[in-house]
């Protein structure tokens, strides 16, 4: 008898033409078009567990999912398969083999996420990234990010009506880098609610333009209220960009 062997899939993805990660009815997902392609190869069906959701229109430059398989495969052979039944928008990088335990999901220590900003038009960025007239004071941005280190309840900054037993997460970076022409916002934390990352972008930049005060954040955090915070951004300029696991998870 074979034995299963659990598989992790670094991939990537443009999220444009897909309604987000998770598989949903009469919708076109990253999820179901990677287990469609992976069916394929192995000629059996196979289901996958991604890392966490993105929504509709957002991209992942880094994407960690895991499937099992009984089959015994060459793996460098795999990825040149898998990437030619797969659609342009859609790429695996890697394959590991890891402990039968190994969960996505659950064993995730930390994700980080980029959201990007241009303030020019562009037609090679357009969908990549949120086109932004107005010139914010990143200083000021930097400043009112700073709350968010020093709050653990999210729910200002949540999706209303979300599945979730708490909105607690442990933040542990999140700062404003300015490029020529653009602007990236870099976050990282354990979890990350619905819609969260594009909630905080939105507030902060009614800081950066004068909407907001610096020392209003804390007070929006505290309030657990959706209302009290900013007009959530385009998906487009937003990126899942980085998983981190533990290394003892690895078999090789």
């Avoid at 653990?152 to 700062?175: G, L, M, P, W």
């Avoid at 907001?212 to 385009?234: C, H, Q, W, Y």
């Avoid at 998906?235 to 960009?241: D, E, M, P, T």
Wanted: proline letters at 3%.
């Amino acid at each position: 008898m074979i034995e299963t062997r659990r598989y992790f899939l670094e991939l990537s993805y443009k999220g444009t033409q897909f309604h987000g990660w998770q598989i949903q009815k009469n919708a076109y997902t990253v999820q179901e078009c990677l287990e469609s392609a992976l069916s394929t190869y192995f000629k059996t069906p196979v289901s996958v567990m991604g890392s966490g959701r993105t929504d509709t229109g957002v991209h992942a430059s880094m994407q960690v999912c895991h499937f099992d398989s009984d089959q015994i495969f060459d793996r460098e052979k795999f990825l040149k398969a898998i990437n030619a039944i797969l659609p342009k928008d859609i790429s695996i990088h890697t394959i590991r083999n890891v402990k039968p335990s190994a969960h996505a999901r659950f064993h995730a220590l930390e994700r980080s996420y980029v959201y990007r900003i241009i303030f020019r038009k562009s037609p090679f960025l357009d969908e990549l990234a949120w086109q932004y007239f107005f010139d914010p004071d990143v200083d000021k941005m930097n400043l009112a990010a700073k709350a968010l280190l020093r709050h653990e309840d999210f729910e200002s900054f949540s999706k209303v009506h979300t599945a979730v037993n708490h909105f607690r997460c442990q933040i542990k970076y999140a700062r404003w880098e300015q490029k020529e022409g653009e602007l990236l916002f870099h976050i990282t934390a354990n979890r990350f609610l619905r819609g969260m990352v594009r909630t905080i972008v939105g507030t902060l930049l009614d800081v950066g333009l004068g909407r907001k005060g610096v020392d209003e954040m804390d007070l929006i955090i505290e309030s657990r209220n959706r209302l009290k915070a900013g007009k959530a951004s385009p998906a487009k300029g937003l990126f899942l960009s980085r998983i981190e696991y533990p290394k003892d998870i690895y078999l090789d």
